[in-house]
């Protein structure tokens, strides 16, 4: 089993943002972690877990003993022998006593929020910090024996490709073994979207894609999702999972589980949350919806999907389930073997190509 925590706090807001998240604010954050308990008891059943993640917000943004808190709450679960425990971090709020702390506490891998290394990009986006200091905090945990280490980085923030390509030599400087390169998406409601920022020009973002594309992989780093590139070995447990639509706990404020076939959504009102109203939604997945989100998730992965293990799953055939017949012929979906998977050159439009994967045909 997989397990999701979300810590909804942070210590400024990203202009882009549009995550379940809230200024640190220590009032909460007893009561916050009082709830969490209650809610990890009264919902996790002693399964073996292979993955924990702790996401936000930033989990980073609190305290040392705040943090001691959480990990106490977390020895509740039946940990795996091989495990991935993750934990996402920012740069500023990362010190030498808190890798110490994730080192003693089991954590074996950190995924750190950077976004990019350009000072007028950073300013867009309402981040702090500079290329010495992520080189610094990366070397800590290196030194602490962490060295699963992700970043995450964001390109199409502005029409400058040159930005782009310095910001992937100076990812491949810190030599880490995986990154998430996400474009710029601007939601409403976000700081962006209420100054009417705009997006870029789209054949210079897909320039950018298919440069950070070729540039990581001719330096050995293998493209595995649509927007995650790794080290042999590397690949993220937790994230194949969702990708495989497989079953997960989400713990916290607005955390989202898959138990069962049913999908289960957490209130993001931190009031009631901490007044243990967790839930806000519940809903079964029927087949029909499965077999959907089977398509739509597995296609993000590159090697696709095994068309024998969809069979064991349904009894059924996934070249029957989906009318793929126009996408086959125009070379759009590939089967080679037992993977059906998304052309290569088509990966950069898939969430067009997905989206029709929402109709069952049989
Ligand atoms: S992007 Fe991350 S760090 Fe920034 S406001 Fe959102 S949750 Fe907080």
Request: with cysteine; aromatic share 14%.
């Amino acid at each position: 089993m997989y397990i999701y925590i979300h810590i909804p706090f942070c210590n400024c807001i990203c202009s882009y943002c549009d995550f379940c998240k809230m200024l640190y604010n220590k009032k909460y954050i007893n009561d916050y972690l009082d709830s969490l308990e209650k809610e990890i008891k009264s919902r996790y059943k002693g399964e073996l877990i292979r993955s924990i993640y702790i996401g936000g917000g930033t989990p980073s943004s609190l305290s040392l003993n705040e943090l001691e808190r959480l990990f106490n709450i977390i020895k509740i679960f039946n940990i795996d022998n091989d495990y991935e425990f993750t934990i996402e971090c920012n740069v500023d709020s990362l010190s030498i006593d808190m890798i110490k702390l994730f080192s003693k506490n089991k954590v074996n891998r950190v995924s750190l929020g950077v976004q990019s290394f350009n000072q007028d990009i950073l300013k867009i986006l309402n981040r702090n910090h500079t290329y010495e200091e992520v080189y610094k905090v990366i070397n800590n945990l290196k030194n602490n024996n962490i060295n699963n280490i992700n970043i995450d980085l964001m390109y199409g923030v502005t029409n400058n490709i040159d930005i782009v390509k310095q910001d992937i030599d100076y990812f491949l400087n810190l030599d880490i073994p995986h990154i998430s390169c996400y474009s710029l998406i601007i939601e409403d409601n976000t700081i962006l979207s209420i100054n009417n920022y705009k997006n870029i020009d789209e054949d210079i973002e897909y320039e950018m894609y298919k440069y950070i594309e070729n540039k990581l992989t001719s330096k050995g780093y293998i493209h595995y999702e649509i927007s995650n590139y790794a080290k042999e070995g590397y690949k993220s447990i937790h994230n194949i999972n969702y990708w495989n639509n497989g079953y997960y706990y989400g713990f916290g404020l607005g955390s989202v589980s898959y138990i069962d076939d049913y999908r289960i959504t957490n209130t993001r009102n931190i009031n009631k949350y901490n007044k243990c109203l967790f839930i806000s939604d519940k809903e079964y997945e029927d087949i029909n919806i499965r077999m959907s989100n089977d398509m739509i998730l597995g296609l993000r992965k590159i090697e696709g999907i095994s068309i024998s293990e969809f069979f064991d799953k349904y009894k059924k055939d996934i070249r029957e389930v989906f009318s793929i017949d126009d996408l086959l012929k125009d070379n759009i979906l590939i089967i080679d073997n037992d993977k059906m998977y998304i052309n290569s050159k088509y990966i950069y439009l898939s969430n067009d190509i997905l989206l029709r994967f929402l109709d069952i045909v049989n």
